[in-house]
């Protein structure tokens, strides 16, 4: 089973380490007391323990000594934001290393060394705060942009933080100077635009994470009862709204996922993912004609994206077309020649049909467009394999 309509089937919305889409308030807008939380379909989800925001956010005391041992030796709150900073991101340090999936608490991501761009802003904050610093949460909206994961498509959402230090009464400074901190610090070069966020909101994607994993682990109670929660604390975070829909869906609740789509419409009508979701419920429900009409649409729109087509191309290698995975990877490179991830899927599927030089020379373009150092020595340890062969 695929997680995305292209194959007829349904998207779901993980924060991992890009964009989101744009979250657009109107009047249509309904709370979730009145009718979208169907908690009486979901027995037991009561009793799944869902985080507090103490969970999310605490530092224990070994935790605490690290932020401590950073500044502590430093007066000049610049110096001690950009040692803090520097020390989470030094390997020999802190050692802190990028995973998709790991949809951590703060101590979670402080003792298991693995973070997504969401757990390690959430850590990050949490230091930031135990320093005395001001740090703002900043989402950035960029295309959609999927990965997969066990033949599920993930759209995936991004998360940052900005962190200053507290004005000191006693000194004059022209310019305060800010750090961005970023797991994926190509997006925020690209003059892409921000808005902060508030804490309610970072739980609110924390919670649909944890929602995200148990959906793919078909566990429908837990999914209900994180997505709930989400929207407890963000009403307005349409993606959330979509992937309960999708539980919804998955559970035979077909009403309340229509609803539930055309509801995230009304907080955000430019949601590809939740005109998607609706088409498959219409064509799962015998409304073939206005599926076709929905999916033509989205698709026109989509074509334009090079992630659809790095999203397709990744599909079409799953099933070894590998001429038709070249197609969509090459239009993808035609429309955006700066993502590591096309090039990466050219050389896969140059590698598959035996074409090995050209499959060397887009890993070498692979590393070069890398933006972290786990990318670029997953690429050099390719390159390595491929120069033995």
Sequence with gaps: MQLTSYTQNILITLVTCLSFCACQSTTLYVTPSESLLYDLGFVGFEEIQVESEQEIFILDEEAKVFVKATIEPITNKIDQMEALVRAIFDRSDLNLLYQGDANNTANETYHSRTANCLSMSIMT?????????????????????????????????????????????SAFMLNARSFQVDFDPQSSRSGLQKKIVNKQAVMARFYNNKGA????????????????????????????????????????????????????????????????NLAYLYTFTGREKEA??????VEYKRNRNPYYHLNLGEQEMEQEHWDQALA??????????????????????????????????????????????????????????????
Excluded: C
Excluded at 146 to 167: C, D, E, Q, V, Y
Excluded at 292 to 297: D, K, P, R, Y
Excluded at 359 to 383: F, G, P, T, V, W
């Design 213 to 276: 994993d148990a959906l793919l682990r078909k566990d429908y109670t837990s999914a209900y009862a994180y997505f709930r929660e989400a929207l407890l604390f963000d009403p307005y975070f349409d993606s959330g709204w979509v992937n309960l829909g999708i539980v919804y869906r998955l559970s035979g609740y077909f009403n309340q996922a229509e609803k539930t789509y055309q509801h995230a419409l009304g907080l955000n009508s430019d949601n590809l993912t939740a005109w998607e």
């Design 125 to 169: 904050y949490a230091m930031a705060i135990e320093a005395g610093f001001y740090v703002d949460f900043q989402e950035i909206m960029i295309p959609e942009f999927w990965t997969r994961k066990a033949g599920f498509s993930l759209l995936n959402g991004h998360i940052n933080l900005k962190m200053s230090a507290p004005h000191d009464p």
């Design 292 to 297: 076709e009409n929905i999916l033509a649409e």
């Design 328 to 389: 969509h990877f090459r239009r993808a490179l035609a429309l955006d020649r700066s993502k590591h991830e096309v090039y990466f899927g050219l050389a896969r599927a140059y590698f598959e049909i035996g074409e090995l030089q050209q499959s060397l020379r887009y890993l070498k373009q692979a590393k070069i467009k890398a933006h972290n150092r786990q990318d670029e020595d997953k690429y050099q340890n390719k390159l390595d394999f491929l120069g033995n062969l």
